[in-house]
């Protein structure tokens, strides 16, 4: 009995390490995207390039715990390298399935407004985000996490590649609902305009 314990232990430790291997790697992976590059920006349908991740959480969504839910309320396209917004929305949903360890809901939006195109990426954590930490959440190397479940560099390369591309991020969150929003430019606008080609104006915060 105790030697099946032991092994069950160490395969939990070993799985452990293997995951924070592959953490680390994603993040310097993230950092490596940064880099300056030439490769060309292809037209993207937000919807299907968040779509083109969820089997990499098949096994979490499967077991019926989470519910997964997706609203296009506007097709939304942008000009990006794919691997790139991938790695983004990889991020936010392995958050927000942290967040929700017991399960609940994962709620995947996406819709177009005043020439941005936009994503969503929300839980029904019943914990929330603490308001005081909020402007902290990207910062390199911060984790609300325990030791040896995260190493603070997501949000930041999140927010690096977003930000390459003229857009942003907006969080929003109190018990029970988290939501990470991706503003990006309308496939055919610059980072400036809107879509009748003047100077876009800053938008208002969400509900």
Request: neutral net charge; aromatic residues 6%.
């Amino acid at each position: 009995m105790g030697a099946l314990i032991n092994l069950q232990l160490n395969n939990r430790m070993v799985k452990q390490a293997a995951d924070q291997t592959i953490r680390i790697v994603q993040a310097l992976r993230g950092y490596g995207i940064l880099a300056p590059n030439t490769e060309e920006r292809v037209r993207l349908r937000l919807k299907e390039s968040v779509a083109a991740v969820l089997p990499l959480f098949h096994s979490q969504l499967r077991g019926g715990t989470v519910a997964l839910h997706l609203e296009e309320l506007a097709p939304a396209e942008v000009l990006a390298q794919p691997d790139h917004l991938e790695l983004v929305w990889n991020n936010l949903i392995h958050n927000a399935l942290m967040a929700i360890p017991g399960g609940g809901h994962l709620r995947l939006r996406f819709g177009a407004d005043g020439g941005r195109a936009w994503a969503e990426v929300a839980d029904s954590g019943t914990e929330g985000i603490p308001e005081a930490i909020l402007p902290r959440l990207f910062e390199p190397f911060f984790t609300t996490r325990a030791a040896g479940q995260g190493i603070g560099l997501g949000l930041d390369i999140c927010r690096r590649i977003v930000e390459r591309y003229g857009g942003r991020i907006e969080v929003r969150s109190r018990p029970g609902h988290t939501a990470f929003r991706v503003w990006l430019p309308l496939a055919g606008l610059s980072p400036h305009q809107d879509d009748t080609g003047h100077m876009a104006v800053p938008l208002p915060p969400y509900a």
